[in-house]
């Protein structure tokens, strides 16, 4: 079966046919990937079945992997598997439930932060649970040139505490070691090293705020950019099928999870997250 890629919205996203990720790939077959998922930001890859070992090679052919700071969620033999599960054993749950519930790119409170994830769902609801995407680089591109020049140059403060001090969702705050990580500071505007796009760079679950504004200023500014980024009419919105393996690239995408499913409905999943070496 040869490689076909289609893409799901003009903006993002594609579904890539006729590769099995369960089985090393041929260089000529990574590369035909990596340009398809430098172009698409996010491919989807139906019907797989990868065990940890395949998911973590796979993974590492795009770079280093990194190791969720929420140790308990990662897979006690892998530590580079991030299980995003609401499904118990021995009354405790496999992983983080309802993880990544706000508008987000993977680790932006790391010094380094991510360059993509691989999400892979084991177990998913029979309806509900969907993961939302939207373009960072689409949404530069669609600001007015002021705004653009007002934005490149200023730098953001990012902290994983953030997503759980009411910065975004108050119901996810509960038992998270909140202080692992200091705050740390990043472009708002990211040139990417692949494509060449300006993308913004700041997020509602971990940026916290815009350094050189006055706060009111940088509440606005935030505020207007993370509600541009993702407008109804440009995000991409994935419905899960047990299977799905779905790599993004976190340099040109804000993602979030949507929890409109409940317990009786298990959602397992495995991540790796691949590190941004550039
Ligand atoms: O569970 C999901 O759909 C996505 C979770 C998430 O935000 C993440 O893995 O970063």
Redesign the pocket.
């Known amino acids: 079966m040869s490689l076909e890629i289609k893409p799901i919205t003009p903006i993002l996203g594609a579904e890539v046919s006729g590769v099995d990720l369960s089985r090393p790939l041929s260089n000529a077959e990574f590369d035909a990937v990596h340009r398809a998922f430098v172009t698409h930001s996010l491919l989807v890859f139906r019907d797989q079945n990868l065990s940890p070992e395949a998911q973590i090679e796979f993974s590492r052919r795009f770079g280093p992997l990194m190791v969720h700071v929420l140790k308990g969620a990662n897979l006690e033999d892998h530590p580079e598997i991030y299980r995003?599960s609401n499904v118990k054993k021995d009354g405790k749950t496999q992983g983080r439930s309802y993880?990544?519930q706000y508008w987000?790119s993977?680790l932006t409170y790391e010094p380094r932060p991510s360059l993509g994830?691989l999400?892979y769902g084991l177990e998913v609801p029979e309806f509900g649970?969907d993961?939302l995407f939207a373009s960072t680089a689409h949404a530069f591109e669609t600001l007015s040139p002021t705004m653009q020049a007002m934005l490149d140059g200023l730098t953001a403060e990012h902290h994983f505490a953030h997503a759980f001090r009411g910065g975004a969702n108050p119901a996810a705050r509960k038992g998270d070691p909140l202080d692992e990580r200091p705050p740390v500071r990043h472009p708002v505007v990211r040139t990417h090293p692949e494509t060449g796009r300006k993308c913004v760079f700041v997020n509602e679950g971990f940026t916290v705020r815009i350094i050189e504004l006055e706060p009111k200023e940088s509440e606005a500014v935030l505020g207007f950019l993370c509600q541009h980024m993702t407008r109804s009419q440009v995000v991409l919105r994935h419905r899960w099928r047990t299977g799905d393996a779905v790599l993004w690239d976190n340099r040109a995408l804000v993602?979030?999870?949507v929890d409109d499913y409940g317990d009786d409905q298990p959602r397992h999943?495995h991540?790796t997250t691949i590190e941004d070496t550039d």
Do not use: C, F, Q, Y
């Open positions: 995003v993880a990544g987000h993977d994830s999400l649970g993961t993602h979030r999870a999943m991540r």
